[in-house]
C-alpha cells in the first residue's frame, strides 16, 4: 500500500518501511504521530484520491532523528558596482520512518 501524504508545505509519496527527511517537527526522538493529511492512496489495483484529503485515513509514523540539512551557499553580485554578498543556509529536518498507513 501506497499514499500520497502532506507535511510542511510538500508531498511525498510513501509506503510502509520507508524512511523520509520532511520539514522539521515539534516532537521528540522516538515519538510516534499520526500524519492525516492523506491525499491519495493506492492499493494493489485500487486507487483512491481525496478532495481534498481521504476521509478516515491516516499514516503512522515515528520519529528517528533530527537534523540539518547540507549547507546551501547564496552568492549575489552586481558586475562594476562593488557590491558581493555571500550567505549561507542551513535547513533543519526531521527524519520520520512509516510504520502503517491507515485506510477506513
Known amino acids: 500500500m501506497q499514499a500520497v501524504i502532506k507535511t510542511g508545505g510538500k508531498q511525498y509519496k510513501v509506503s510502509e518501511g520507508d524512511i523520509l527527511r520532511v520539514e522539521k517537527l515539534t516532537a521528540k526522538e522516538g515519538e510516534s504521530l499520526k500524519l492525516d493529511n492523506v491525499l491519495a492512496l493506492v492499493d494493489g489495483e485500487k486507487t483512491t484520491i481525496g478532495a481534498p484529503t481521504v476521509k478516515g ?6 520519529v528517528v532523528s533530527h537534523g540539518k540539512h547540507d549547507k546551501v551557499m547564496i552568492f549575489k553580485m552586481k558586475r562594476r558596482k562593488h557590491y558581493r554578498k ?15 498507513i491507515n485506510a477506513k
Do not use: I, P, Y
Request: charged share 25%.
Open 57 to 62: 485515513a491516516n499514516v503512522d509514523v515515528s
Open 86 to 100: 555571500t550567505q549561507g543556509h542551513r535547513q533543519n529536518f526531521t527524519e520520520l520512518k512509516v510504520t502503517k
